[in-house]
């Protein structure tokens, strides 16, 4: 695969419980993000995996709602997405609400409702529509930790994200005269979660721009997954002889590109199809001799957002509204 074509995320350890990601797409990027595990003893480096996850899946509908009302209409004003993030018994209860900044027929909000519940991230993790094809390189050597395996910690806060549309950053082109969508433009995420009393705050940047200034929503998820598959194997690490420090994950876009590009995936969406992903999950590490691959494999499906993809069900509710905004006088 060459530069340009390459779309992936490595995930390294850093800092005590913290992961650095860096995403690139082609050759834009790189752009770096930390990961923190919720039960870090001080305040938290950067957001759960599971907190980043839904950051990417917000920019995607953002995106994707976005180019498809810029392209085919009605003209939105305004364009939020948000999740509601509750704790529950054995894990977590995620709900999403997309609020259509505009006053719709019957035929644009359904076209458009379509649009938000199959974005190309979000299908990923609640159609089913991700395929992945695990690897793993394991070296004989470094230290595997002693005693009882770590706890694995959650991969959400309770708490939300929300990202919302920044309209004037669409960009356009001219073609005879009429003015054509180039890029969709950026959303601005906040993600806010609660740690016992505390509140702890993040705010992220994501979208479509030419210049690449910001990652795509896509690099998001690929992120996440990364960092959330090595937060897994590290909480293993004594139970399948490997050395933390030494894990490296790399999560990459196998598929190609739709032909006709982002348009044709946003058309896709608009018509509730969910075509089929495949990325590759490759971990790297280095074990002691009871380390085998076919361990770290079967920990690596373990993995929660993993699980997601698999069974479909980041989402207990998708609601999608139509508020006309109140014009300021």
């Known amino acids: 695969m060459s530069d340009a074509e390459l779309r992936n995320a490595i995930a390294v350890p850093a800092s005590g419980t913290a992961v650095l990601v860096t995403m690139r797409r082609g050759?834009?990027?790189?752009?770096?993000?930390?990961?923190?595990?919720?039960?870090?003893?001080?305040?938290?480096?950067?957001?759960p995996a599971g907190d980043l996850l839904l950051a990417g899946v917000a920019c995607c509908t953002v995106v994707t709602v976005a180019g498809v009302a810029s392209r085919r209409g009605p003209d939105?004003?305004?364009?939020?997405?948000?999740?509601?993030?509750?704790?529950?018994?054995?894990?977590?209860?995620?709900?999403?609400?997309?609020?259509?900044?505009?006053?719709?027929?019957?035929?644009?909000?359904l076209r458009l409702e379509r649009t938000a519940r199959h974005c190309p991230v979000g299908k990923?993790?609640?159609?089913?529509?991700?395929?992945?094809?695990?690897?793993?390189?394991?070296?004989?050597?470094?230290?595997?930790?002693?005693?009882?395996?770590?706890?694995?910690?959650?991969?959400?806060l309770e708490?939300?994200?929300?990202?919302?549309?920044?309209?004037?950053?669409?960009?356009?082109?001219?073609?005879?005269?009429?003015?054509?969508?180039?890029?969709?433009?950026?959303?601005r995420v906040q993600i806010e979660g609660a740690r016992g009393a505390a509140l702890q705050r993040w705010g992220l940047l994501g979208?479509?721009?030419?210049?690449?200034?910001?990652?795509?929503?896509?690099?998001?998820?690929?992120?996440?997954?990364a960092a959330s598959t090595l937060l897994t194997l590290r909480a293993?690490?004594?139970?399948?002889?490997?050395?933390?420090?030494?894990?490296?994950?790399?999560?990459?876009a196998l598929s190609d590109v739709p032909s006709g590009g982002k348009a044709a995936s946003q058309d896709l969406a608009a018509a509730g199809q969910t075509p089929q992903v495949r990325w590759l999950r490759r971990?790297?590490?280095?074990?002691?001799?009871?380390?085998?691959?076919?361990?770290?494999?079967?920990?690596?499906?373990?993995?929660?957002?993993?699980?997601?993809?698999?069974?479909?069900?980041?989402?207990d509710s998708d609601e999608v509204v139509a508020e006309v905004p109140e014009v300021a006088v």
């Not at 595990?37 to 305040?43: D, I, K, N, V």
């Not at 995620?94 to 006053?103: D, E, F, S």
């Open 283 to 315: 971990v790297s590490v280095a074990g002691a001799s009871g380390a085998t691959r076919d361990a770290i494999l079967a920990a690596m499906r373990e993995d929660p957002l993993y699980g997601c993809a698999v069974r479909g069900d980041l989402l």
């Open 236 to 252: 293993r690490a004594a139970t399948l002889a490997i050395d933390p420090a030494s894990l490296r994950v790399e999560v990459r």
């Open 76 to 109: 939105l004003r305004d364009l939020t997405v948000a999740f509601d993030v509750k704790g529950r018994a054995g894990g977590f209860a995620i709900a999403q609400r997309t609020v259509l900044g505009a006053a719709l027929n019957e035929a644009e909000r």
């Open 207 to 225: 979208g479509h721009s030419a210049a690449g200034w910001v990652p795509r929503p896509s690099s998001f998820a690929t992120a996440a997954l």
């Open 159 to 187: 708490g939300s994200v929300t990202a919302r549309w920044i309209p004037d950053t669409r960009e356009w082109t001219d073609a005879g005269g009429t003015r054509v969508l180039d890029q969709e433009g950026e959303a």
């Open 27 to 47: 050759t834009r990027g790189p752009w770096t993000v930390i990961v923190d595990e919720p039960s870090a003893e001080r305040e938290m480096a950067g957001p």
């Open 124 to 156: 990923l993790f609640t159609k089913r529509a991700l395929t992945t094809l695990d690897e793993v390189d394991l070296r004989r050597g470094g230290t595997a930790p002693s005693g009882q395996p770590a706890a694995d910690t959650p991969r959400f």
